[in-house]
């Protein structure tokens, strides 16, 4: 299986401190923000790994690499400006497929978790086209995005259950995006219909993460990894 890091965001919520550095390079705990996520996957025995890129992306190539330094092999698949998630990934999927079939995890590059990586090769997806892991909703977003139930995913609407935040990490099919046309547009929208569909399972991620999406939560976060390393 290889993974896809989500790295083209502009991160303007995190401004100043992505106006000359892209978001996935911030320094956290000694390390860049995407590093984590890069030493996570390779541990995880996932080292084919492809990452988007637009605001400042000569920089993330520059800083990484082709991923040897990690044990990793990173293919890159540049944006001439931001693809939104869903165009984003339908433009990477050649790298990420050699056949078109096989699925592959997808990780948002500006959260952080504890969670093991490895969880992702154990999931067999049978008729589905997509799993994601769900966390308890932060404060940031109270209502929740999905809701899970007998660990398939549900899209809202009258459903009366818990709702739960989607945590930017996912396995997907290709064939989630079969009849998309190339250009911008966001993941969330084929999630639903395939969701309206039964065709999404889930998982209750408990493990710690944070959506490192602020200055502040990424003080806090960095202060710690600082504090628990110790």
């Known amino acids: 299986m290889k993974a896809m890091i989500l790295a083209a965001g ?22 860049a923000l995407i590093v984590h996520h890069i030493e ?17 992306g000569h920089m993330l190539e520059q800083q990484l690499g082709d991923g040897s330094d990690f044990g990793a092999q990173i293919q890159y698949s540049p944006e001439a400006s931001a ?20 699925p592959f995890l997808l990780v948002n590059g500006d959260v952080w978790t504890d969670w093991d990586y490895r969880q992702a090769l154990q999931v067999s997806l049978a008729n589905d086209l997509a799993h994601l892991w769900l966390v308890d909703n932060p404060e940031h977003n109270p209502a929740g995005d999905f809701a899970l139930r007998d660990g398939r995913v549900l899209s809202g609407g009258n459903i009366h259950h818990d709702r739960l935040t989607f945590s930017g990490l ?61």
């Open 10 to 31: 502009r991160g303007t919520r995190m401004a100043p401190l992505t106006d000359n550095c892209p978001k996935p390079l911030l320094p956290l705990a000694g390390k």
């Open 83 to 102: 693809l939104e998630t869903g165009g984003g990934i339908l433009q990477a999927l050649p790298l990420l497929t050699a056949t078109g079939q096989e």
């Open 40 to 56: 996570k996957l390779v541990a995880a025995g996932i080292t084919g790994l492809v990452i988007n890129h637009a605001w400042r």
């Open 170 to 230: 996912s396995v997907l099919r290709p064939q989630l995006f079969d009849a998309q046309e190339a250009g911008a547009f966001p993941l969330a929208p084929l999630l639903r219909r395939a969701m309206d569909a039964g065709r999404v399972g889930g998982t209750h991620l408990r493990q710690r993460w944070v959506d490192v999406g602020t200055p502040q939560r990424l003080a806090e976060l960095d202060d710690y990894l600082r504090t628990t390393a110790l």
